[in-house]
Nanobody, 116 residues
Framework: QVQLVQSGGGSVRQGGSLRVSCTAS????????MRWYRQDSGKEREWIGG????????SYADSVEGRFTISRDNAKNVVTLQMSDLQPEDTAIYYC?????????WGQGTQVTVSS
């Protein structure tokens, strides 16, 4: 079955950096575009970026463009969200996502907390 297992995240001061990784299994990772979302309490889940199946292109929401970088290693079935210049408004639970054969699959979520 499809599984997305996240690791990383944590707490950091404003301006700091964190990384969240997502290890995939149960599907052909190299054929699947991957996405990252985040959700803060009381707010809707927000798309923050995605990467093509080959990793040649990534796209980002305006709110994170220039600060966040998405990469992937198809040999290891891992997609990574590198976050820099973090701000308090980046505080949220972060989720990796894949759409596979018409079904949505989510990682378990990783808390990122940025203090001022």
């Amino acid at each position: 079955q499809v599984q997305l297992v996240q690791s990383g995240g944590g707490s950091v001061r404003q301006g700091g950096s964190l990384r969240v990784s997502c290890t995939a299994s149960g599907f052909i990772f190299s054929l699947a575009p991957m996405r990252w979302y985040r959700q803060d309490s009381g707010k809707e889940r927000e798309w923050i970026g995605g990467i093509t199946e080959t990793g040649d292109r990534a796209s980002y929401a305006d709110s994170v463009e220039g600060r966040f970088t998405i990469s992937r290693d198809n040999a290891k079935n891992v997609v990574t969200l590198q976050m820099s210049d973090l701000q308090p408004e980046d505080t949220a639970i972060y989720y990796c996502h894949v759409l596979w054969w018409g079904s949505d699959y989510w990682g378990q979520g990783t808390q990122v907390t940025v203090s001022s």
